[in-house]
Each structure stands twice: as structure tokens, then as C-alpha cells.
């Protein structure tokens, strides 16, 4: 019932780097997909990194991030982490942190965690 809780979120300047965290509070995360959207301003949310749930942790990346966000997650800690290097200033938006039942659409979600990239 506890809501996906997303931190990690604030100002950097272009070229650094941030990472995002998320957890729940009631529940395990950890026979779930877990995933990062993100929102700017005046543009809809948009996938950004999806993680399956089993042991091989099969990811999906969009283009925008290849190679430069990682997702992970610590399943002992009930964690989900966003590295984000080499920050972009399109890449400032919300972060929301979701999750799913494996293989099927996200259907719960954080608050969001505003990540700003300066020039």
C-alpha cells in the first residue's frame, strides 16, 4: 500500500553526475519490473529505463540515456538506483520511480524527484 519513494534528485551542472534512489515502505520490490520516467516541463512522461525483475535483470534503455544512466537494484535493501553521468541540460525533468508486475505495464508510482541540469 506504501507508495514508491523517490530521492536523489537536485542541481548539477552539465558533464556531472546524480544518483536517483527509490524504495517502499510495506513491500517488497523485488518480484516486480522497476523503472524511471521522467517528465519536463511541457512534455509528456516518457520511459526512460526499465529493469525485469528476475535474476538476469534484463534492461531497457531509451536512446537518449544509452550509455550514459545505468539502473540497478539491491534487492536486500528492497533498492532501485538511477546513476545518471554526463548530465545533459535535456535531461532536466522530474524522475519518477514505477513499478509492475513482470512483463506488464508500470502501474505504480513515486512523487517525483526534480533533477535540474545547468549549462
Known amino acids: 500500500q506504501a507508495p514508491l519513494v523517490e530521492s536523489g534528485g537536485g542541481l548539477v551542472q552539465a558533464g556531472g553526475s546524480l544518483r536517483l534512489s527509490c524504495t517502499a515502505s510495506g513491500r517488497t520490490l523485488n518480484s516486480f519490473d522497476m523503472g524511471w520516467f521522467r517528465q519536463a516541463s511541457g512534455k509528456e512522461r516518457e520511459l526512460v529505463t526499465r529493469i525485469s525483475w528476475g535474476s538476469s535483470g534484463g534492461t531497457y534503455y531509451a536512446d537518449s540515456v544509452k550509455g550514459r544512466f545505468t539502473i540497478t537494484r539491491d534487492n536486500a535493501k528492497n533498492m532501485v538506483y538511477l546513476q545518471m553521468n554526463s548530465l545533459k541540460p535535456e535531461d532536466t525533468a522530474v524522475y519518477y520511480c514505477?513499478?509492475?508486475?513482470?512483463?506488464?505495464?508500470?502501474?505504480?508510482w513515486g512523487q517525483g524527484t526534480q533533477v535540474t541540469v545547468s549549462s
Open positions: 514505477a513499478a509492475a508486475f513482470p512483463g506488464r505495464q508500470f502501474n505504480s
